[in-house]
């Protein structure tokens, strides 16, 4: 298992943390302002 660190959770970052989300990774998002809201409120989802 790796661990992921996704500096910059935006449409990209965001991207990114839902194609990795089902594999054997440990991933962490950083993020801020409304990005960081939605994630907090929603999770990350493929949707």
């Known amino acids: 298992m ?3 660190c996704i ?3 935006g449409a ?3 991207y990114l ?3 990795l989300k089902n594999t054997n990774n ?6 801020r ?3 960081k809201e ?4 929603k999770g990350v989802n493929s949707n």
């Open 2 to 4: 790796k661990k992921i």
């Open 7 to 9: 500096f910059g959770a």
């Open 12 to 14: 990209i970052g965001g």
């Open 17 to 19: 943390a839902c194609s």
């Open 26 to 31: 440990k991933i962490s998002i950083v993020a």
């Open 33 to 35: 302002g409304q990005h």
């Open 38 to 41: 939605i994630i907090e409120k």
